[in-house]
């Protein structure tokens, strides 16, 4: 029995329970003369509907960390429960469900299929999902209902990433996760592309975690997790959340 319910969506759990517990979460990676420590016992909780920002250079650790809440990737120790359910020792069955049925994912680059239209790009993720939008609705959440049938050629950078992350919510996922997503994008075009995960976090409920080098983006999220060297170096509340378009860009 699959430990994540058939009737799960992101509209399904109250605000502010727990989705992820960490507990001294360590991923090393075998270097030449010496190891290296992505991550270094990590303590963290991550709660439904919040939007968190991961901050820090490059090399502290985000997208480890990232890498294994979605399940792409599995600690070296320490402990990762979502909803209860503990993903470090799952087996690749459990993890492909947990990623298929819980997880959206964004890119800095957005991995669409250049033959297909930006239907048929969601439409691949719909055909395979438990309880679907369908790409039309999706597509119209980030603001594409009129170019469902471009193809990612005929769209703009900021278009072709929208349409990233209409197939990354189109499953109905809990939780969504952001790696860099305007790092190729100009400013203008950003504002866009946060608007439609802010949109989808507040309307769904949806956990966002969003990583990123800009810190003006800090004052969007719930929480600011600063990262140094695979560790936590703070973890900063804002007692507001301001909306996309007043940040000082």
Known sequence: MP???ESAAVSARPPGEVLFSARGLTKVYPGGETDVRALDG?????????LIVLLGASGSGKSTLLNILGGLDVPTAGTL???????????????????????GFIF????????????????????ISR????PEEALRLVGLGDRMDNFPSQLSGGQQ????IARAIAKRPEVLLCDEPTGAL???????????????NL??????????????IADMADRVIHLSDGCITDIQSNAQRRDVHTLAW
């Not at 991995?111 to 439409?123: G, Q």
């Not at 309880?131 to 369908?134: I, K």
């Open 3 to 5: 430990p994540f319910p």
């Open 42 to 50: 990590v303590d963290l909780d991550l709660r439904a509907g919040e």
């Open 81 to 103: 429960h979502y909803q209860g359910t503990e993903l470090t020792h799952a087996s690749d069955g459990t993890l492909t469900r947990f990623r298929r049925d819980a997880v």
């Open 108 to 127: 800095q680059f957005y991995n669409l299929i250049p033959s297909l239209t930006a239907r048929e790009n969601v439409a691949l993720i719909t055909e």
């Open 131 to 134: 309880n679907p939008m369908t």
């Open 161 to 164: 990433q929208r349409v990233a």
């Open 186 to 200: 100009d400013v203008k075009t950003g504002i866009t592309v946060l608007e439609a995960i802010q949109k989808v």
């Open 203 to 216: 309307d769904f409920g949806t956990l966002a975690v969003i990583i990123t080098h800009n810190a003006i």
